[in-house]
Every structure is written in structure tokens, then in C-alpha cells.
Antibody
Framework: EVQLLGSGGGLVQPGGSLRLSCAASGFTFSGYAMNWVRQAPGKGLEWVSS????????YYADSVKGRFTIARDNSEKTLYLQMRSLRVEDTAVYFC??????????????WGQGTLVTVSS | DIVMTQTPLSLSVTPGQPASISCKSS???????????LFWYLQRPGQPPQLLIY???NRFSGVPDRFSGSGSGTDFTLKISRVEAEDVGVYYC??????????FGQGTKLEIK
């Protein structure tokens, strides 16, 4: 069974940093692209970032480009999202999502439960 | 960016009755590979989203056959033939022909009467 366990969320002040993790199990982690999707409180879904299976290709939403960095450690079966210069508008539940393909393609077949990031002074 | 527009934003349906959600994209989602990259996701209350439909009309593994997707180009529809209580939640369409970014519709909240 595919499992994606997110962690690392919490309360941080504007301008601060946070690193999210998503520990994967139940599938060959190194064989699939991974993604981060967020959901602000009471709002819809927003794609944040994607990374290919090898980690060699990454994509970012304009709203986070230059501030967030997606990475993965295939030996540890873990996906990361390093978030810097956080803004109030980054407050959201962050979901990690497994893709069905080696390169990100939108086929998000498994999702983690989400980890809450709150940016507030 | 491709804009995805869903209608209605909410609907209330009696169990056993059909439901339909429309999704329109600002650009064609038909790729040169012949596939149309339109997906439907359902987010049940308190849960992460789950994949329902991929490439317009293909039900994902385990999705009941009361769910069906149709459409082409820029106009798409998700239909539930007979709504059940477990279908409650928010339905999102999403495009992946263009990356970045993937874009979602605003979501359609389905409630049971």
C-alpha cells in the first residue's frame, strides 16, 4: 500500500523558513515523479512544485519561485520542500502527491494527508 | 497560464439522482500526442484529494462506474449517474498540458439533500 507521510509543518513568522518532508513507502520511490500541492484555509487547490523521478527536473509555481526548493532523496525515499522568505499568503495545508510517471504529468494517484504551515506574526 | 472555470460552484443533489459538473479551459487541452490532459479529483471532507478521472474519460482504479467524464478541446463534463452519500465533497478539474503551472478549477461542492 502506498503511504505518504508529511511532516515539518508549523507556525513560522513572516520572512522565516521551514522544511517540509514527505516520507514514502509501499512503492519504488525512485521510479516516480513527485509533487507538492497546497490548499489555503477554506480555499481550493494550488499546484506548488514538481520534481522528476531522478530529481533532475524541477518546476515551480510563479508564486513560490525563488523562495521554495523541491528536492528528493531517493535512497531515503523522502521528498522535501524547503521554504524560505515565507509570507502570510503561504499559509496552507501542503500535500505531497505521487505521480504515475517518471516525469511530472498530472496523474496524482496518491496523496499524503497534508501538513499545515501557518505564517503569522 | 491556462484558466480552468467550473460551474456550478455548488450543487445539492437527492440521493439516486444524477449530477453534472462543467469545466472549461482557456486553451485547448489536446496535446500533439493525441491525449487530452484533463483530470478530475474529489476531495472528501477532511481528506486529501483523490484521482477520479484522467485524460477526460478514464476512470482511475477503484472509481465506481457511476462516475463518467466527457468532453474535448476546452469543454469538459463530469457526471455522476446516481449520487450516493459517499460522493459528498469538492470536485476539481485540473489541466496538465502546460507545466508550469498545473492549474485547477475553483472546485464544485457537492452536498446531499
Amino acid at each position: 500500500e502506498v503511504q505518504l507521510l508529511g511532516s515539518g509543518g508549523g507556525l513560522v513568522q513572516p520572512g522565516g523558513s521551514l522544511r517540509l518532508s514527505c516520507a514514502a513507502s509501499g512503492f519504488t520511490f525512485s521510479g516516480y515523479a513527485m509533487n507538492w500541492v497546497r490548499q489555503a484555509p477554506g480555499k481550493g487547490l494550488e499546484w506548488v512544485s514538481s520534481i522528476s523521478a531522478s530529481g533532475g527536473t524541477t518546476y515551480y509555481a510563479d508564486s513560490v519561485k525563488g523562495r521554495f526548493t523541491i528536492a528528493r532523496d531517493n535512497s531515503e525515499k523522502t521528498l522535501y520542500l524547503q521554504m524560505r522568505s515565507l509570507r502570510v499568503e503561504d499559509t496552507a495545508v501542503y500535500f505531497c502527491a505521487k505521480d504515475l510517471r517518471v516525469v511530472s504529468s498530472g496523474y496524482f494517484d496518491s496523496w499524503g494527508q497534508g501538513t499545515l504551515v501557518t505564517v503569522s506574526s | 497560464d491556462i484558466v480552468m472555470t467550473q460551474t456550478p460552484l455548488s450543487l445539492s443533489v437527492t440521493p439516486g439522482q444524477p449530477a453534472s459538473i462543467s469545466c472549461k479551459s482557456s486553451q485547448s487541452l489536446l496535446h500533439s500526442d493525441g491525449k487530452t490532459y484533463l483530470f478530475w479529483y474529489l476531495q472528501r471532507p477532511g481528506q486529501p484529494p483523490q484521482l477520479l478521472i484522467y485524460e477526460v474519460s478514464n476512470r482511475f482504479s477503484g472509481v465506481p462506474d457511476r462516475f463518467s467524464g466527457s468532453g474535448s478541446g476546452t469543454d469538459f463534463t463530469l457526471k455522476i449517474s446516481r449520487v450516493e452519500a459517499e460522493d459528498v465533497g469538492v470536485y476539481y478539474c485540473m489541466q496538465s498540458i502546460q507545466l508550469p503551472p498545473y492549474t485547477f478549477g475553483q472546485g464544485t461542492k457537492l452536498e446531499i439533500k
